[in-house]
Nanobody, 121 residues
Framework: QVQLVESGGGLVQAGGSLRLSCVAS????????MGWYRQAPGKERELVAL???????NYADSAKGRFTVSRDNAKSTVFLQMNSLKSEDTAVYYC???????????????WGQGTLVTVSS
């Protein structure tokens, strides 16, 4: 089992920045993939960004150029730096984990509880 705890969500004005963090604990084996999905009201959960233990990344088109995913492997922590936020970025952001190194978007095996990001226009 893997437990994930997110932090860093909140309310921000359009054009502002937020940094999300997520710490994993439990049965952490390498290689693995950690990352972020989000779910807006009335919409399905969608990919934001993934990063593997060896640094490979996968970004949604909506995140490219504005968001940066990174990780600290020694601390089993993944970050999401979000800049130039837009109202359409408002969603619950979920951190996730899965074993392996492939950053293809097919979901994650373990999820955190989610953190709400609200962008006011």
């Amino acid at each position: 089992q893997v437990q994930l705890v997110e932090s860093g969500g909140g309310l921000v004005q359009a054009g502002g920045s937020l940094r999300l963090s997520c710490v994993a604990s439990g049965s952490i084996f390498s290689p693995n993939v950690m990352g972020w999905y989000r779910q807006a009201p009335g919409k399905e959960r969608e990919l934001v960004a993934l990063v593997s233990t060896d640094g490979a990344t996968n970004y949604a088109d909506s995140a490219k150029g504005r968001f940066t995913v990174s990780r600290d492997n020694a601390k089993s922590t993944v970050f999401l730096q979000m800049n130039s936020l837009k109202s359409e970025d408002t969603a619950v952001y979920y951190c996730g984990f899965r074993p392996g190194r492939n950053v293809i978007n097919y979901g994650l095996a373990y999820w955190g509880q989610g953190t709400l990001v609200t962008v006011s226009s």
